[in-house]
């Protein structure tokens, strides 16, 4: 794709364009939560139905020439139920906070309740963090992973749904590496009759690959982000059984969102298909492959993972008990520097702030994307490791650039 037409209308729009596909072509994407789309989902995302409204869904809008916004909203639909054999999907939520809210609208009332992991443990915002509408319309309460383990205190949970009497119990992750026992926390939602939310969002491709054991017809509501670890292109998805069908359909639209982003759903649409081939599966293999064999890595250098390891597509490094004046501020800012973007994250009984905090979260999906194998990404643990070692030290970064340098141009990304 070309941004001829686009420096012609707004050059310096064109230069920011461009500049940002040099920085991913350039550099080691390994925030958790990103991943790099294929050109024919980004050519299905910048296509005229921008231009589109179509409130409604297939067959029942609420505007006129829709017959192509159909098409491609069905097309997204059928293949999200075969990716992830739900029985009924909408695919219009704009994002996986988004989802989320749909379901919340769906079927709960202001007021009730809301039991879901705490944000520092691994959760996330969306799911009652007082800054977000979830802990404002709702009254909330959190577990938390043990922080012994890290595994998530699956009896702490039952006990804490029995006090609490949740009207929903959320489950599903920002920043957990383990793989999560859903038929557990259902039968602690099963025993105070509670819903069950399973937001999948980082996961999403893991499922749908069969990498990751699946919460579809588990729990009663599962959400997740089309653009993380499976290649979709941003945005959200809501999977449920028939009978909340209507009540998420309408809590979607009209009660939250108004014309779907068809652009988006076209991304979707294409994105799913691709995940339907045979080398999508090998694809999320890979990518769980390459955290371990990172995650391993940066054990052999003495690093501490919480959990001591991982079972998805991300890895935790807790900071301080090896390196305990260094923060994961200082980690994040200094290996930007050196060209592989992660992010500083807080780690359970955090002890610093959410936003100077004592971890860094490390993901795995974009570089898979690129062609990474498990020895490349024991090379990338060796020059985290370095940068680790001497955050504040020039020559150690300008190193480690080179050498990711070589990595990007071995694997390049978009022409
Ligand atoms: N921002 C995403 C993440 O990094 O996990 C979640 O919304």
């Given at each position: 794709m070309s941004y001829d037409t686009v420096r012609e209308a707004d050059p310096a729009v064109a230069d920011a364009l461009e500049g940002e596909r040099a920085r991913q072509n350039d550099t080691l994407a390994m925030i958790a939560s990103e991943n790099h789309v294929s050109e024919a989902v980004m050519e299905a995302q910048s296509s005229e139905l921008t231009n589109k409204y179509a409130e409604g869904y297939p067959g029942e809008r609420y505007y006129g020439g829709c017959e192509f916004a159909d098409d491609v909203e069905q097309l997204a639909i059928d293949r999200a139920k075969e990716l992830w054999g739900a029985d009924h999907v909408n695919v219009q939520p704009h994002s996986g906070s988004q989802a989320n809210m749909g379901v919340y609208l769906g079927v709960l009332e202001p007021g009730d309740k809301i039991l879901s992991l705490d944000l520092t443990h691994g959760g996330h915002l969306s799911h009652g963090h007082p800054a977000n509408f979830a802990g404002q319309v709702y009254e909330v309460e959190q577990y938390e992973v043990d922080e012994e383990s890290g595994y998530i205190d699956y009896e702490g949970l039952h006990e804490h749904a029995e006090e609490f009497e949740p009207d929903i119990i959320v489950s599903g992750y920002s920043a957990y590496p383990r793989e999560v026992d859903f038929g557990r926390i259902q039968e602690a939602a099963d025993a105070v009759g509670a819903y069950h939310l399973a937001d999948i969002a980082h996961i999403t491709g893991l499922v749908a690959a069969g990498v990751h054991e699946s919460p579809v017809g588990v729990a009663d509501f599962v959400t997740g982000s089309t653009h993380k670890t499976?290649?979709?292109?941003?945005?959200?998805?809501?999977?449920?059984?028939?009978?909340?069908?209507?009540?998420?359909?309408?809590?979607?639209?009209?009660?939250?969102?108004?014309?779907?982003?068809?652009?988006?759903?076209?991304?979707?649409?294409?994105?799913?298909?691709?995940?339907?081939?045979?080398?999508?599966?090998?694809?999320?293999?890979?990518?769980?492959?390459?955290?371990?064999?990172?995650?391993?890595?940066?054990?052999?250098?003495?690093?501490?993972?919480?959990?001591?390891?991982?079972?998805?597509?991300?890895?935790?490094?807790?900071?301080?008990?090896?390196?305990?004046?260094?923060?994961?501020?200082?980690?994040?800012?200094?290996?930007?520097?050196?060209?592989?973007?992660?992010?500083?994250?807080?780690?359970?009984?955090?002890?610093?702030?959410?936003?100077?905090?004592?971890?860094?979260?490390?993901?795995?999906?974009?570089?898979?994307?690129?062609?990474?194998?498990?020895?490349?990404?024991?090379?990338?643990?060796?020059?985290?490791?370095?940068?680790?070692?001497?955050?504040?030290?020039?020559?150690?970064?300008?190193?480690?650039?080179?050498?990711?340098?070589?990595?990007?141009?071995?694997?390049?990304?978009?022409?």
């Open positions: 499976i290649r979709a292109g941003r945005g959200g998805i809501i999977m449920c059984d028939e009978e909340y069908a209507d009540d998420i359909d309408a809590a979607v639209f009209p009660g939250s969102q108004g014309g779907p982003l068809m652009h988006n759903v076209a991304g979707k649409a294409v994105g799913f298909k691709e995940a339907l081939e045979p080398a999508f599966e090998e694809y999320a293999q890979q990518t769980v492959d390459n955290a371990v064999a990172l995650g391993d890595r940066l054990k052999e250098h003495g690093l501490d993972l919480v959990s001591d390891g991982t079972d998805n597509h991300l890895v935790l490094i807790d900071l301080r008990p090896s390196h305990p004046d260094t923060t994961g501020k200082d980690v994040e800012a200094a290996l930007e520097e050196a060209g592989i973007v992660l992010n500083a994250n807080t780690v359970p009984g955090e002890t610093r702030s959410a936003f100077n905090p004592s971890g860094i979260r490390a993901g795995t999906p974009g570089l898979t994307t690129r062609g990474f194998d498990e020895d490349d990404c024991r090379e990338v643990a060796d020059l985290i490791y370095e940068v680790v070692e001497a955050p504040h030290d020039e020559s150690v970064v300008a190193e480690v650039g080179e050498r990711v340098d070589e990595l990007t141009d071995e694997y390049p990304l978009y022409e």
